[in-house]
């Protein structure tokens, strides 16, 4: 079971996406963010396997996530 975490600030983005894993067998959502701070409370308190990741999101976006990460 893969689980993920959707980050999107567009509630109608989350939504479409919760619905297209539903219709998967081995995807599950654990955790919804909708904004960047969040992701990192999400990711420190849910196990994660799959991050989908707005890239222009409020607060820490994807990009500057990335970056993050990396350093």
Same mark, same amino acid.
């Given at each position: 079971?893969?689980? $993920?975490? /959707? ?13 297209? /894993?539903?219709? $998967? ?19 420190? $308190? ?9 890239? $222009? ?15």
């Amino acid at each position: 079971m893969i689980r $993920t975490l /959707i980050a999107d600030d567009h509630a109608i983005v989350r939504g479409g996406l919760k619905q297209i /894993i539903a219709t $998967t067998t081995d995807i599950v959502v654990v955790a919804e963010a909708a904004q960047g701070f969040e992701v990192v409370d999400k990711l420190r $308190t849910c196990q994660v396997d799959l991050l989908l990741l707005d890239m $222009t999101m409020p607060g820490i976006s994807g990009a500057l996530f990335g970056r993050a990460r990396n350093s």
